[in-house]
């Protein structure tokens, strides 16, 4: 990774510049402001550490800062709600690096009920979301990651997914604006035409599309963000299904895969290993209070404790009941093929209390799972993505399990499985203040990402730490993918002042091969 931004020169014009821009209380350049602007979940801080942070509220103040860090020569590292938690929180790839937080530009600007969509800005959170649709008596229906503090748009921009059926945030990405780093304005496919209705509407405008090109990269700051949103299902049903043993994850796959890749299953359901259900009750001493790896014998107290299997899944159906009924069917038919037993479905309808209704309802309880090892905890996430295909993921699950074992960290994982791809998200839990398993978790990580490479597979998404790491192993013809990439961000951001690094995308200003 290249040096840190230490000059202290270039960020005083820069802030002084940012001071008559936004404001002198909307730049915050504190010792205690670059704390609050660190990666809250990282070991070690200072690795991260920005030199303060920028709060614009509209497109304008967006261009003018980005203006005046391209004159300055100081990198910006945008954030919509800095939420962005087991992959960094608002923390920039590089340290020194000033945040350019939108959190203030927070508006629903439009809820399209007739087509389906909702147009935000990246300060909406899926919280103010949510509320602006219980308003108007949920019209439409949002899909929400686990952890649902962060923002729609960032979440969207980085391919957060949730258990919905519009559960693949990126994909509903429709019409964005955005300001490039030399600080002009964009709107993406059919917004180029001035006043087009069918901005948010259609993904297949004229020419190259550019929505997903915004998406985890450093070409430009999103400031509006249009996202398709599911029609209110007249009914839902749900259920719940286990797996005894671990190496049955095999068979779970190979029964969610071709019902979702039939249509007959509407969301990637995922199947989620007991540690996991666990972390999210209590600290691991809730249950045994030893030390080290947790034992096999004290894992079926646990799972006997809470009523789970080793594996868990629900399967959720969205729709006129006569059809979801008839789905319903058909998947129970194949469990019992499968040997996998459950529940019963429930049954949710219209007018029933829309807390049970299955509907994205933003939800902060999965985060208490980073209090499994007590003390100040934190999560990494290390989720690779490979075909649905029961025997490569199952291997998948052997080898990152035996890792975890390896260096002694509880496994965690859910495999998220769609009709043509399954993502694995590992989740590794750990206690900040203990030195000892900070070293271990980093060895782990740098294991999973060489075995998942030779393997033959990638990561989705990484943590702020590794995206070096991870861009490295996307290596066909040697790295032509950087290439490109490095030559659009040298074309668009001549300056290199937006995101260095982020995704291992690092503009000429600090490549080492320059
Ligand atoms: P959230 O609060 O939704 O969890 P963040 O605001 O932390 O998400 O954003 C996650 C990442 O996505 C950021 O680190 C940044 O790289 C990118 N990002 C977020 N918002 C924008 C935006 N409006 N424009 C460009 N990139 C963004």
């Known amino acids: 990774m290249p040096a840190a931004f230490t000059d202290t ?40 550490q920005p030199s303060g942070a920028v709060a614009a509220a509209s497109v304008e103040q967006v261009q003018a800062l980005l203006k005046a860090a391209a004159s300055a020569r100081v990198p910006l590292w945008p954030i919509s709600r800095g939420k962005n938690f087991g992959y960094g929180g608002s923390a920039p790839v590089q340290a020194g690096a000033v945040v350019l937080d939108l959190s203030r530009m927070n508006r629903v600007l439009e809820i399209n009920q007739q087509l389906g969509y909702c147009v ?10 949510f509320d602006a649709l219980a308003r108007l008596g949920h019209p439409l229906w949002m899909s929400v990651p686990g952890n649902s503090w962060g923002s729609v748009a960032g979440n969207a921009l980085e391919r957060g997914v949730g258990p919905q059926p519009y559960g693949d945030h990126a994909a509903q990405i429709c019409g ?75 068979r779970g796959i190979a029964m969610h895969a071709p019902l979702r890749l ?8 995922a199947w989620v290993s007991y540690v996991g259900i666990a972390s999210y009750v209590g600290p691991r001493s809730m249950f045994w209070q030893g030390e080290g790896l947790l034992p096999d014998d004290e894992g079926v107290k646990i799972r006997q404790k809470l009523g789970v299997g080793w594996w868990n899944s629900q399967v959720n159906l969205f729709g006129p009941e006569e059809v979801i009924a008839a789905k319903a069917k058909i998947i129970s038919a194949a469990a019992k093929d499968a040997g996998i037993s459950g529940g019963d479905w429930q049954t949710w309808r219209q007018g029933d209390d829309f ?48 890792r975890y074992e390896e260096f002694g960290v509880d496994y965690y994982g859910a495999f998220g499985v769609g009709g043509r791809q399954t993502v694995a998200v590992n989740e590794i839990l750990y206690n900040r203040d203990d030195a000892d398993q900070a070293r271990r978790v980093h060895a782990l990580f740098e294991a999973l990402i060489a075995d998942t490479h030779k393997a033959g597979f990638g990561e989705y998404r990484t943590h702020i730490d590794y995206m070096d790491a991870v861009a490295q ?27 260095p690094g982020k995704q291992g995308i690092w503009p000429r200003a600090w490549r080492s091969e320059g």
């Open 473 to 499: 192993t996307f290596d066909f013809n040697n790295h032509a993918m950087r290439r490109l990439n490095q030559t659009l961000k040298d074309a668009l951001d001549p300056a290199g002042i937006l995101a």
């Open 176 to 250: 964005l604006e955005v300001v490039l780093p030399d600080a002009s304005l964009l709107r993406t496919g059919a917004g180029a035409l001035d006043g087009n209705t069918a901005w948010h509407v259609t993904k297949n405008s004229y020419g190259p599309g550019w929505d997903q090109i915004f998406c985890q990269s450093n070409f430009g700051v999103v400031t509006k963000l249009g996202l398709w949103l599911m029609p209110p299902a007249e009914a839902t049903m749900s259920l719940s299904l286990q797996l005894p043993e671990a190496d049955d994850i095999e």
């Open 262 to 269: 039939r249509g007959i299953i509407d969301h990637d359901a």
């Open 9 to 48: 020169a270039a960020l005083a014009r820069f802030l002084d510049a940012a001071r008559a821009i936004v404001g002198e209380d909307q730049v915050f350049a504190a010792e205690d402001d670059q704390r609050a602007y660190a990666d809250q979940m990282a070991f070690d801080q200072a690795t991260h």
């Open 120 to 129: 935000v800005e990246p300060g909406v959170s899926f919280y103010d979301l």
């Open 355 to 402: 807390g049970a209704s299955l509907a994205g309802i933003p939800s902060t309880r999965d985060m208490a799972m980073i209090d499994w090892y007590g003390g100040r905890g934190g999560h990494l996430g290390f989720s690779p993505v490979m075909p649905s295909d029961a025997k490569l993921a199952a291997a998948q699950f052997r080898r990152t399990r035996q």
